[in-house]
């Protein structure tokens, strides 16, 4: 029987499809014929297809013969043909292609309904049924039955032109015929067996398949009522359901449900009118009480589909039914199926109950209810709009039988049947919930009984309850009143349980359940059981027996929490009523159990929102009281802590409540938790936990730290990083038992992010330690980027336990050897965690790795030396320098150095690796030594800097060969210093040290004993510590302190300066004023006011959004009134690059209410503000020096003008401030005006932006400063951190040393900041350290309580307050937690100072033992002293430049071009194409580079590169006069005049020697240096006994190296050298000396000087220009009577010696001085007797020519020197006629040559003639 049905279903199901589509018959044969064997694969589509064509032909011939044959053969023909027609088809795989296939199917059906009549005619029933079984089943001779009925199926499944032909030949009525035998007379063997054949199973599905085609059709239902058969069938079904044919039960009852969905009006008439529906009622309720259950039901759901598909067509069916009792009939039946087991009846069953659901839609009018809203309501319910036109409740009989049916029986699965069915009513349209319950009231009548019923019934009953309020939207009050009180009876605690359960999801839908159960009383309730339950959990602690109603009860508490939990979530107030009922106690005793403790914790976290101080000392509390057992409690309540730590808010309560300290101490509890093998306690406990837990409390102390600067400040004070990086390496997985081995070379090395990979994300078996110390580093690598608390990588915990784990891989130690569940996270989080945390990632550049909490950093440096293991010394060193790299790759940018500096990394480093320090072949020698030089350039502490020089040092150490430094050093070429701009050029050089250790004496310092090596390795450090990053001016080549402001991050930061001044009324009290100091300062100043600041800018924004930079804003206030106005301020505009100042009375008030910024800087006819442009002045990434004077002048007005680096910007007119703030004419003499003031962008003023920049020193004087004063402070630099008292400029020495005078008057400076003066502090201290005042203004400016003793302030403090004068500002606070960075700068340059200085730098040069490391010490030399001025100053204190010097004398061998150029650097004169060549260090100009006795003996020729210098910086157009001047305050030219004292001087260092002092003189002409040029040359005369006439000159010129002594003309040859040099410098272009200047200049020499060079013994050539000297002097007529009238002789020699009686007195013995008396000389008659001496050298008639004809000889050409005549032709062609008109001949040069002519002619006759060539 259930093969056969469930053959027939999938029949049906087949037939179905079929008969969707009737236009491809391929679906139908296919599955009818998928047994049978098809050769059509065989045989290609053209057979196929020729054999349709010829079976066509054969039906077309037998067509035409047919009507002239007897019916006998037309039958046997058609027969014939049909094996055929049957086998192509199967051949073909059911594709058809017959042309006259209608007419076929007609054929076949008429002949098959001929033979089904023949065989029924006149028979019995039962033979008849025999008959047809025979007829239709393949059994027997004849089988041309089953072929017909084979055919017919197959024709029957075609297209539906083919069925209407089978319907037409009426088969219907003839199969109906045959289905009634079939089904009313059972064969006996069936009755007996119950089984059928398999041909008999095959007839039977074909017959029913035709039907089922046949009366899918109208037609074929039509043809049926003329049969008369389906009365019968009908009635037969309802009568003799328990005596018919069990095999043709289910074909009959699906053929006759098709018939009923084919209805037509027709056959509901033919119906009616036979009473079938009633007789079959009435059989019905006679079987009811006899058949079992299941056959009654199968029965009455045939008829009921006749009524119920009737109805849509004729209500007539459903009224006969009704009528008749059929619904009562179906109560009895449906209350019959009470105790069926499951699956008995069920289709059947089911049935029933859904034509019984759908006839609750049958009904002719709608109900009419009236609306019985209760509120109140959810806010989008809306009754009018639930109704709608679509399947509303119009019959309630049918419903009240399934109510009843549900109110009678307590059966499960009837029940679950009918309240599915309600629920199905209410699916079908909204409306219809409140047609039954405002009618029938169904499931609040249900709610009464409902703890009756079974518990999968309750389950499902009151998630009928929950559908309402959650699918519905509406909010039934009676029924959850009902629901409430079952709660309260808790009759049947599973009931009790469900309800709360259907209560929770009700809850979780809308607060206003909140409100409702709390009012009705549920709350109350619900804690008053807890209360209950928490004492007795409290008294049978320890005592636990499980059974199934504690199993029951533990669920309800759990669901009781649950449903408080969701009572609280959102609502304050039942979180308080909570806590008034006192339950918090009660409350945390339920923690314990892991059941309870998810809801627990959530009602826990309602109560943070009221107290987070009550929820953090709990949670504190319960993780410090926690056992080490306890991991999943402590897991728990961490993810808890967590979620609430979410909030900024509950921050401080955490930090109050010792949750820092608390978390740390599950660090220390967890002390050898990962030791590997596992040991103790931990041995039960997977590694996975105790990993899990180590990342939650990290991630909870990321959490509390995160972007809360009191938490990070709290943290970092009270040494919490230490702490934690102490009990990480405790743990068990790192290192703790002494020494290291001794280091291996490594021969690959990974990155930390290839260590992460390989360990977690392929087959590379690391060790346990390893993979565990891995997972520790990488969650201090997302602490440090402050994202930890935002990654997830394990994942949650489910309850189920000996879940395996997921990557198992390595065999069945998996859990060990991977112990997390890795959830690698991808490079962006998801954007929730951002909206929840928010992102201060975002505000940097990923490029620029940002490191937010630095202290993890030294966490990890603290655990580095402990990442090791015995045995695995290979992989130990390779992660070692793994995570050292990545510290390394975190401090690449110049902002994480900075950043770092102030974490105290430095020491910590200098501290935990000492090993590595100590050898310098450890694998992380030199990548500690590059980051910790990093950092030190940017900011490092003296006794830090003294650790790692290690100057306190302790037992020497063996040092690694310098090979590798000395090759980097001998490459590095000659670059200088400040144009050093790669960063890592020296870096990559740099190797050194060791470690730090306790002063020992001098005696066994390292220092004596590592000599060059270490000072190699030291120089090489501090030059990487020293060098500057990048390009800068000389004056700011170290970054000074500052505050750098991103308007990236929050679009604002600034500086607020609270009471710049207080303009007082007469009556107004003193103590609303602020500040610091006594008196009033009168704002605006009264003359005039100056602003200077140095500053940086790092990035502009962007053009569209660009954001001004504010360098000063002044804000005035009177009180009592609400308006606030800016009066003053400066600011720059990077879109057209423009400077604004501004003095108008602006409303101080958001930007989007400002007027726009346009109509602001139109100028008016008194502008109130000027505009400067800065062209490209301005350069990101350079220190900038700004000034704005404003001086004042009469009637308001003022001249502003705007200096960038000296330079002038422009300069204008403009209003002066207003006496008084807006439109205030006058002030009351009770009130007062607050001034105050911003530097940078303030809160209300917000616009975000990409612009960076750095404010630095920062100063407002009340005077307009002058031009030389901003030059000063511009050469100062942003290094200087005064008051302008007493400058001194780096450089100047003793030649400016006398006592500096004030640059600014002390009273007149209202403030200055600097970042480097500043410190962190809270309100409360500036109100305890200065006043009431400004700690309520900078609290409010910050936005924080007055009363605040915790938030850290930022204070630059005012560095004048201690001057004399009126009131100050405190000083500036920062604003903007995100926007503002504070750097303090002291980089190693500076902190050298405190620990020795220059001392040390020239400690290394005295331990140089090579010329590698001599330079390296000299360039770290050079480049501290020219970038700090402190250490050129204290370098001077202590003679240094002398002892350097003395060094470099010392080791001349090792000098070379290389360090030459540093001293050029040094002195400030090696950036000749760059800089300004102005001599810059006076004491190393003088002492160093002057000191050519040094480079005298120096390789490499270098006393000529230093002269070459010297001429290249005096010969400079620009600044050769200032450096000449310098040179003469330095003594050069005795210095030079000492050289030529040297015989061993060369021709060639003569000649640039004397061009120095060409330059010199020109530079800077003095008769001092004359006099002693003089003197020498006096020395260089021979005695009057050498005929110097007979040496020849020519050979000297011809040998520049030779010595001087060498050559017997050399003397002769330099004294010409001298003269000329004076010639040429008398003669000058450059020099123009006054009439007076070259009488002092003559004077000071004498005429007897001049006159020695005109001795008649001398060598011509110094004749000559002995002659030209003394005539360029003659020239003045003034000098030149002098000279005739007679002058003093020996004045050169009196003013040589004008010291030397000083000298002669501190002898011992006085040696006679010969007293030379005075006595005069008449020039002419001297010069006439000497002249004629010379009377055959031309070139003298020639020069008194020209003093005869007062023309100043200059160099006549080549063709006119040939003979005198030439040369006197030339002289009387070129003179000068106006100056012989102007002054006349000169009757002395006449007297001259005339006497020479007559010495001539005399000559000519008494001697032998005198040849003039």
Known sequence: MDKAAELMWQLEDSAGKAGQQEQSPDDGDKAEVSGQPSDSKDKSPQSHTLKWETLSRQFVEYEQVAPFLIPEEQQRRLLDFLPLFLKAWEQSAGVIIFPNIQLLASEVSKLLTKEIKRNLNGKPAEEARLALEQLLQQKGEAEHGHLLLKSVYLLSQTDLRTMWNIIGSGLPAALMQCLYLFFTFPLKKTIDDGETSEDDTQTQEMLVKIMLNMYREEQGVEELLAADKLQSLIIATASLWDQCSCSWKVPTGRVLRTISKAQTKNSIVYLQAVDCIKIAIQNLFKLADTLPACDVCEAASIVLCFVKDSYPISSALLTEFENNDGYQLLLK???????????????????????????????????????NIVHPQLPHFDFERTRSSGMTVKNLQPFQVLQSIFQKSNDEHLCRRILAAIGTIWAWDTV???????????INKFTDIIHFKPHPVQVQFFGLVESIVLDLSYI???????????????????????????????TKKDLLFSDIFRDSGLLGLLLALLRKQAKILRKSAGTHLPSLEEGTEKELNAVMLKMVAALTVGSVRNTVVLKDYGMVPYIKIFLDDECY??????????????????????????????????????????????????????????????????????????????????????????????????????????AALHLDPVNSNFFQRNGLFEKMAEDLGSLGCFWTQGKWQIPLRLEKTRTFAEFLDAAFCSSEPFPMWLKNCIWILNFLDHMVKGTLHLESYFQERKPEMGEASRDDHEGPQAQEEHPVAFKRPG????????????????????????????????????????????????????????????????????????????????????????????????????????????????????DVLRQFLWLGGSLPLPSRPSTNKTEALSCQGSHSTNATGNEGSEEDKVDNKTDPQTVVPVSSSPWVSKGSTLALQTAMSLISMTSPRNFQLRSTALAPSFVEFDMSTEGYGCLYLPTLATVMGPSAEQSVSGGIGMGTRMFPPPSGLTFSCWFLVSKFGLVHNSHPLRFLTVVRHMSRTEQEFVCFSVSFFPQDHSLVISTEEVEFQPLDIMEPESEVLNPSPFPGQVQFGCGKLLVTGQWHHLTVTVAKEAKKNCIVSAYINGQMLGSAKMQYLQPLPGSCISMEPSSF???????????????????????????????????????????????????????????????????????VAEEKISFGINAMCSSLTTVQDIKSSYNEVDGRLIAKEIGINSRDSSTPIFLAKNIAAHLSGFLRTIGSVAVGQYGVRVFQSSPAATSLNFIGGPAILLGLIAMARDDHTMYAAVKVLNSILNSSPMSEKLMRHMNGYQLLAYLLKRKTQLLNNRILQLIFSLVGTAELGFESSIIKNYSAFQYVLCNFELWMKTPENLDLAVFSHLVEILQSSRDGCQNAAVAYEVQMVPKLIFLFNDPEIGNSRITVACTILSHLLQGHFNTRDVVRIGLFLVYTLKPSSVDENQICLDSVAEMPNEALSQTSGKTIWLRNQLLKMLLDVMRSDKLHLSSEELETTFLALGPDWFLLFTQSYLHSSTVVLGIKLLLCFLHNRLLLNKFKEGIVAGRWLENSSAGLSILMDNLKTHPPVADNGSFLIFG???????????????????????????????????????DLESMLQWILQNHLTENVLKIGLCAEAASLLLEMVRVTVDKLYSGPCVALS
């Open 597 to 702: 403790r998810s809801a627990t914790l959530t009602i826990l976290e309602q109560l943070s929102v009221i107290s987070y101080e009550e929820y953090m000392s709990i949670i504190i509390g319960a993780l410090c009281s926690s056992t080490q057992g306890e991991l999943h409690l402590k897991l728990d309540l961490l993810k808890s802590l967590l979620r609430i730590l979410e909030s900024p808010k509950s921050h401080s309560a955490f930090r109050t409540c010792s949750g820092f300290n608390g978390l740390l101490s599950l660090l220390s509890d967890m002390e050898g938790a990962l030791q590997d093998p596992p040991s103790g306690l931990w041995t039960a406990v997977g590694q996975n936990c105790i990993l899990e837990l180590v990342f939650y409390t990290l991630q909870g102390i990321t």
């Open 1233 to 1303: 005006i607050d001034v105050y003031g911003y530097i940078a962008t303030p809160r209300i003023w917000k616009q975000m932006s990409s612009l960076t920049w750095r404010l630095g020193p920062t100063y407002l004087f009340e005077e307009a400063i002058s031009v030389a004063t901003i030059e000063v402070i511009n050469k100062l630099g942003p290094q200087y951190c005064s008051n302008f008292q007493a400058v001194q400029l780096q450089g100047e020495d003793k030649y400016s040393d006398h006592n500096p005078t004030p640059l």
């Open 1724 to 1762: 002419f008659s001297v010069l006439q007797r000497c002249l004629t001496d010379h009377v055959h050298i031309p070139e003298i008639y020639l020069l008194v020519a020209g003093l005869f004809l007062a023309t100043p000889l200059s160099e006549p050409p080549e063709a006119a020197k040939k």
């Open 333 to 371: 039946i449906l209350l019959r199926c009470e105790g069926l087991q499951p699956n008995e009846g069920d289709p059947y069953l089911d049935e029933i109950l859904d034509m019984l659901t759908c006839l609750t839609t049958c009904g002719k009018t709608e109900l009419k209810v009236s609306g």
């Open 432 to 442: 219809n919930f409140f047609l039954l319950e405002w009618t029938l009231q169904p």
């Open 827 to 942: 490079n962006k989080l998801p954007a929730t965690a951002y909206r929840l945390w928010g992102n201060p990632e975002e505000k940097w550049e990923m490029g620029d790795c940002a490191i937010v909490h630095p202290g993890a950093v030294c966490v990890m440096v603290r655990l580095l030396p402990k990442l090791y293991k015995e045995g695995h010394s290979q992989l130990s060193q390779e992660i070692q320098c793994a995570v050292v790299d990545h510290i390394q790759s975190l401090v690449k940018s110049e902002k994480s150095r900075q950043v770092m500096c102030g974490s105290g990394l430095l020491s910590t480093i200098i501290t935990s690796c000492q090993d590595a320090f100590h050898d310098e072949s450890h694998p992380l020698h030199l990548p500690l030594t590059r980051v910790f030089e990093k950092l030190a350039s940017q900011a490092i502490a003296p």
């Open 476 to 506: 039934p009050h009676e029924i959850l009143k009902k629901v409430q009180y079952l709660i309260k009876e808790n009759t049947v605690p599973f009931c009790t349980l469900a309800a709360l359960q259907c209560l929770l999801s009700m």
